[in-house]
C-alpha cells in the first residue's frame, strides 16, 4: 500500500516544477506542530464555550412528548420497556439514561436531560474534526468546519432537544465504530471494539442503519469486502433478532411512502435543505455544493486514485451514508401527510426539511466538504479565501437560530404547572388512572410518583386555574354522541352530571364552569362530546353568540 503521502507524490511527479515546494499535507501520524497544537485547543476552547451557551439558549423549556414515553411508560428493570420500539426505533440506551437520569433529578430540572444531548451533539462534533484530519484536512480548516457543525442552528431540534438523545447518540457511536475500523492490517482490537460500538449505536435509533452501512462502505473503500461485512452483518443480524423478538408497539398509520419518485424527491429535498442549512444565505449552499463537486475534481486529477481512496474512504463513506440515510428514512417518511406532519414544515417529501434530519445529513456531508475545500486551497492557495468565507458564511444565521429555537418553551413551558398540579387537585383520586395528560403520561403515574419527591410542587395556583383544570381532567373526550334530551340554549343554565354522564353539542358554542368557581375558570365548548369521569358535577352552561346558530346541547 502507498503511504498517505504518496498522494502528494504522485502528483509531483506528474509536475516536476512542483516538487522542490513540494510538501505533505496528508498525515497518518498525529501531527503535533505548534499549528496544529494550537487549532486544536481553539477547537476546545469553542465546544467548552459551547456547553454553558446551549444550556442558557435553552432555559425555560420542559419535558414533552416522547420523553414521557422514557420516564412515565418504562422501567429500567423489565426486559420489555427496555426492548420495546419507540416508533420503531430500537432506544433501550436513551431508555436507561433517562431512567437514570429520573432516579436522580427526577421533574426538578430539565437541565441534566438537556446536557446529555448537548454534550453527545459536541462529541459529533469533535469526532467529525477526527475524520476531517485523518483525512488530510488542515487543522484549523478541520476547526472551522467543525465550529460550523458545532453551532449548527438548522439542525437545533438534535442540538437542544433532550430526546433526540437518540438520534445524536447513534451518530456519536456510529462514529466512534468508523474511526475504529479506519485502519489498515488484519483484524484486530480496534475492529472488536468498533463492532461494540456499532452495537451502542444500534441501541440508540434507526440512525445507526444507516451508520453501519456507513462504515461497510468505507471498509469497502480501504480494506475491501471481507472487513466491510465483518463490520457490518454481526451488526445486522443482531438488528433483525431485536426486530423478531422485541416487544411489539402499534405502528403509526402515516409511515408509509407512495412512490419511489417520493423518496428520491425526499433524498433531493434533504440535500438542498442541508446545504442551504449550512449557508443560511441565499446561494451559499450552492455554492457549497459547487466546492463539494470542483475539489472531488481537483482529487481525482491529484494523482494516485489507490491512495486517495484509501486516505478519503471515510469522508466518501459519510457522504454516501448520508444519502442512505435520507432514502432509508424518505421510504418511512415521504409519503407522510397527517397532521403531525405539518408541524414539521411540510409533509410528504418537504418532511425532509425537519431539523433532526438536516443535523444528521449535514454530520455526515461536512468531512467530504471540508477534504474538497482542502484540495481546492492546495491547488490554488488564491481561493483560500472564497473556499473558507463560503465555509463559514451562514454562521451568524445558524447561531441565530439556536438562540431563537427555544421560543417554544413558552407554550412547553405553560404545561409544566398543569401537569405537575394535576396528581395534587381534590378530585385526582376520583377519576380513572388512565386519564392522560400527554402522550405516555397517565393521571395514575403523576399519583404514584408523588410521594417520591420527584415531583416539584408547581408554586402558587390561583383558585381559577386550579378550577379551569378540574374540569379539563373531569370532562373527557368520547366518540360516542349523546341523542336524547337534547334542547336550545338561549339562556345560562345549571345541571347536575353523574359520573359517566355524556354531553354532546351538536351545534354553536358554549362556555362551561364549575358552580363556585371564579368566571376566569371558564371552559369553552364547540360542537362536540365530552363524557363526565367523576361526579356528581355541577356546572353552570353559558351559550356563545356565534352569529345565527343556536347552541344546541343532548345530555
Not at 170 to 185: E, P, R
Request: charged share 15%; with cysteine; glycine share 8%.
Amino acid at each position: 500500500m502507498k503511504a498517505p503521502d504518496d498522494i502528494e507524490a504522485a502528483s509531483n511527479a506528474a509536475d516536476p516544477s512542483r516538487r522542490d515546494g513540494a510538501r505533505s499535507w496528508m498525515r497518518s501520524r498525529p501531527d503535533r506542530s505548534p499549528r496544529a497544537r494550537a487549532a486544536g485547543l481553539a477547537f476546545a476552547a469553542v465546544e467548552a464555550i459551547a456547553l454553558p451557551l446551549m444550556l442558557w439558549w435553552d432555559r425555560g423549556t420542559w419535558f414533552q412528548l416522547d420523553d414521557w414515553d422514557f420516564i412515565a411508560a418504562r422501567t429500567g428493570g423489565n426486559v420489555g420497556d427496555l426492548l420495546r420500539p419507540h416508533f420503531e426505533h430500537w432506544t433501550t440506551l436513551p431508555i436507561l439514561a433517562y431512567r437514570l437520569m429520573w432516579a436522580v433529578f427526577g421533574l426538578r430540572t430539565i437541565v441534566p436531560y438537556e446536557a446529555l444531548v448537548v454534550i453527545a451533539h459536541l462529541a459529533v462534533a469533535a469526532l467529525l474534526r477526527v475524520v476531517m484530519r485523518r483525512a488530510g484536512v488542515g487543522p484549523w480548516l478541520s476547526t472551522l468546519a467543525a465550529t460550523v457543525f458545532v453551532f449548527l442552528g438548522a439542525g437545533a431540534e438534535n442540538i437542544l432537544v433532550a430526546f433526540q438523545i437518540t438520534f445524536v447518540g447513534s451518530l456519536a457511536f456510529g462514529l466512534v465504530h468508523l474511526l475504529l475500523a479506519d485502519h489498515d492490517g488484519p483484524v484486530d482490537r480496534r475492529d472488536l471494539l468498533g463492532l461494540l460500538a456499532g452495537l451502542a449505536a444500534l441501541m440508540c435509533s434507526g440512525v445507526a442503519i444507516s451508520m453501519t452501512i456507513t462504515v461497510g462502505y468505507a471498509m469497502l473503500l480501504r480494506r475491501g469486502w471481507r472487513i466491510a461485512l465483518l463490520h457490518t452483518v454481526p451488526l445486522g443480524a443482531i438488528y433483525l433478532l431485536w426486530q423478531s423478538f422485541a416487544p411489539q408497539e402499534a405502528a403509526p398509520a402515516y409511515y408509509h411512502t407512495n412512490s419511489p419518485l417520493e423518496v428520491l424527491r425526499f433524498v433531493a429535498v434533504g440535500l438542498r435543505a442541508s446545504f442551504g442549512g449550512i449557508g443560511q444565505l441565499p446561494g451559499v449552499g450552492i455554492a457549497l455544493a459547487l466546492v463539494l463537486i470542483l475539489g472531488t475534481a481537483v482529487a481525482l486529477r491529484s494523482g494516485s486514485l489507490d491512495a486517495l481512496r484509501r486516505q478519503a474512504a471515510a469522508p466518501v463513506a459519510l457522504f454516501a451514508g448520508a444519502i442512505t440515510f435520507l432514502m432509508i428514512t424518505g421510504f418511512y417518511r415521504s409519503g407522510q401527510s397527517n397532521g403531525l406532519a405539518l408541524i414539521y414544515r411540510g409533509f410528504g417529501p418537504e418532511h425532509a426539511r425537519t431539523p433532526r434530519y438536516i443535523h444528521v445529513v449535514v454530520a455526515m456531508t461536512l468531512p467530504a466538504i471540508a477534504l474538497a475545500a482542502q484540495y481546492i486551497i492546495r491547488h490554488r492557495r488564491q481561493a483560500a479565501i472564497v473556499v473558507v468565507a463560503v465555509l463559514v458564511a451562514g454562521l451568524p444565521g445558524n447561531i441565530d437560530k439556536l438562540v431563537h429555537y427555544a421560543n417554544r418553551s413558552p407554550i412547553i413551558q405553560a404545561r409544566r404547572p398543569y401537569i405537575l398540579a394535576a396528581p395534587r387537585l381534590p378530585i385526582a383520586r376520583r377519576l380513572p388512572r388512565s386519564v392522560s395528560l400527554a402522550p405516555f403520561l397517565s393521571l395514575g403515574w403523576l399519583i404514584d410518583s408523588v410521594p417520591s419527591g420527584r415531583l416539584p410542587n408547581p408554586g402558587p395556583r390561583s383558585p381559577a386555574a386550579n378550577a379551569r383544570e378540574t374540569l379539563d381532567l373531569t370532562l373527557g373526550a368520547s366518540d360516542v354522541p349523546q341523542t336524547e334530551r337534547c334542547r336550545t340554549l338561549v339562556a345560562p343554565t345549571t345541571r347536575v352530571f353523574a359520573k359517566g354522564d355524556r354531553i354532546t353539542l351538536r351545534s354553536g358554542a358554549v362556555r362551561m364552569l364549575t358552580v363556585g368557581a371564579p368566571t376566569t375558570a371558564a371552559k369553552p365548548l364547540t360542537p362536540s362530546t365530552v363524557v363526565v369521569l367523576a361526579g356528581p358535577l355541577r356546572v353552570r352552561i353559558t351559550p356563545t353568540p356565534t352569529g345565527a346558530e343556536r347552541a344546541v346541547i343532548c345530555g
